[in-house]
């Protein structure tokens, strides 16, 4: 059984980074997209970024530019380095794998992880 925790979850003031981890555990990580994904209470769940196992990344509009997804294969673990953070970027972010290596938007994932809460302060 696959599992997912992330960490690295915070405050920070606008403008702030933060760098968030999500450890795996199971078999075959290396074969599945890694994504992240966040949710404010009231709203729906918005996709954030998703990464291949070769590294090739694709992000939500909101945020390309300003977050990098990364993977280290060999540690099991994913990151998302989120830099000039604003308070629409508040909310819990979910590490989250999918059992394919196809690249989108989707929300559509096998596997989800608990969740971490950022909170970006004006």
């Known amino acids: 059984q696959v599992q997912l925790v992330e960490s690295g979850g915070g405050l920070v003031q606008a403008g702030g980074s933060l760098r968030l981890s999500c450890a795996a555990s199971?078999?075959?990580?290396?074969?599945?997209?890694m994504g992240w994904l966040r949710q404010t209470p009231g709203k729906e769940r918005e996709f954030v970024a998703a990464?291949?196992?070769?590294?090739?990344?694709t992000y939500a509009d909101s945020v390309k530019g300003r977050f990098t997804i990364s993977r280290d294969n060999a540690k099991n673990t994913v990151y998302l380095q989120m830099n000039s953070l604003k308070p629409e970027d508040t909310a819990v972010y979910t590490c989250?794998?999918?059992?394919?290596?196809?690249?989108?938007?989707?929300?559509?994932?096998?596997?989800w992880g608990q969740g971490t809460q950022v909170t970006v302060s004006s």
């Open positions: 989250a794998a999918r059992r394919d290596q196809y690249l989108s938007d989707s929300l559509r994932y096998d596997y």
């Open positions: 199971g078999p075959t990580f290396s074969n599945y997209v």
């Open positions: 990464i291949r196992r070769g590294g090739s990344t």
